[in-house]
């Protein structure tokens, strides 16, 4: 299975969910492959030192490199990262008018993914070349959603991206799921837009709830997801039984 971990807004989660959910799939002897698409690389320096990556996926889809140079294992057993770095921001410009532009993940994919069990994909917060190269290269999309105010502000334009991948590229993509993000359960607010998100997306949002957490913050500075930083945490709870319901949906 390959999940894209998509949303155009920053600051929803979306890199946190796609480590942790990566690290815990591992954790229970799945071969997981972790692809980092953004170009601000934070899922790359969750796990690993900038000088142990030895290329990114930018020399992959742009300058025709083979995907198994710039693999790279991470410290979690099973758990193997396609690392990202700025270059990845010159994608769009440099494959501007290539027919096969959309297809290049998927395509780089086909050499490797025998290898793995479940594909990881973070994607950057936006709906441009690298999304549409994730949504064309997978089977699911998870969506993370801010538990906040503006929580569904642009979540109609996400969800149009994802048809229209499907009404042609990608005709097998499916939602998995969303999941809420950041929240705060002792606030009325928090309960407004978790009730909110529920009305808008009904039986495709997860039971599982991930709670705004210091620890989540504070693990990817140590390059370690939370079953590693704070096992005992809420957090990794959460996390683990996000991870639970995704591999009952797929």
Do not use: C, W
């Amino acid at each position: 299975m390959v999940i894209t971990v998509m949303n155009q807004k920053g600051g929803v989660g979306k890199t946190t969910t796609s480590i942790n959910l990566a690290a815990s799939i591992a954790m229970k002897g799945f071969n997981t492959l972790l692809i980092d698409l953004d170009p601000q690389a934070n899922s790359t320096l969750s796990f690993l030192e900038r000088e142990d990556v030895p290329g990114s996926l930018y020399d992959v889809l742009v300058e025709d490199g083979d995907i198994k140079d710039v693999l790279v294992e991470s410290k979690v057993r099973k758990l193997t990262v396609v690392p990202a770095n700025i270059a990845l921001a010159k994608t769009e410009s440099k494959l501007l008018g290539e027919l096969d532009a959309p297809f290049r993940l998927k395509d780089t994919l086909a050499a490797i993914r025998r290898d793995f069990d479940y594909v990881i994909i973070d994607t950057p917060p936006t709906l441009g070349l690298l999304t549409v190269n994730a949504l064309v290269a997978s089977t699911h999309v998870l969506i993370p959603i801010q538990s906040s105010y503006f929580a569904l502000e642009g979540t109609d334009d996400l969800l149009d991206t994802i048809e229209k991948v499907r009404a042609r590229p990608n005709p097998d993509l499916q939602v998995l799921g969303v999941v809420v993000t950041l929240h705060d359960k002792r606030t009325v607010l928090g309960k407004d837009v978790l009730d909110r998100i529920n009305e808008a997306f009904g039986t495709k949002v997860f039971d599982t709830v991930i709670s705004k957490s210091v620890r989540l913050e504070e693990s990817p500075a140590h390059r370690e997801s939370i079953f590693a930083h704070a096992p005992n945490s809420t957090g990794a709870a959460e996390y683990y039984r996000l991870s639970e319901e995704v591999l009952s949906r797929v």
